[in-house]
């Protein structure tokens, strides 16, 4: 959540996905970290939505509290994967997305992070889907993010803009170890911007 969010800075500042961030935000599941707008300057507004410390008003599978077409862009760091049904979630936040803006998701990729496992062997109790890119998987709770885009592309909702695996400070030699702990990142990165 928050902290891959911290430690995703470096990398998307070099990728220049700056241009993502533009006025006025969402950040669901954002915990205690919000994403900068001292990095991103481009943030006009940014608005924390997490349910954890008592605020259960601010649910990241409804957005009930939310209007329609509110923000510039929604950004959520590892969260999807633990909406009930992230379909529907995904829904509500491209719901609350102006047209023309961009929802940027990053979920924890099904081979690096969850070792290919299933429950989660790092978040067995909290993971309630696992994710992947490359190809699809037989895992019982696996989701591939390209078909979880052209669900919402054939519905007309939205167009994909970006799908990337992202590998920062990532060793192969542990490789079954958290390396998340630590300053790894291996995730799914992906965008895609509200018709």
Known sequence: MGNETNKSYEYRVKKGYGKFFQGKGLDIGCGTSL??????????????????????????????????NSFNFVYSSHCLEHMDNPYDAFGHWVRVCKPGGVIFTSVPHEIFYEKSTWPSPFAPSHHNTSWTL??????????????????????????????????????FRNFFQDQTTGLALCQIDFVVEKR
């Open 134 to 171: 490359e190809w699809e998987s037989d895992l019982p709770k696996s989701i591939n993010v390209l078909n979880f885009i052209e669900y919402f592309e054939e519905k007309g909702l939205v167009q994909k803009v970006l799908a990337e695996t992202v590998l920062e400070d990532f060793s």
């Open 35 to 68: 994403l900068s707008s001292e990095i991103f300057t481009g943030i006009t507004e940014l608005v924390p939505y997490d349910n954890e410390n008592g605020q259960h008003e601010n649910d990241g599978n409804t957005c009930s509290n939310l209007e329609d």
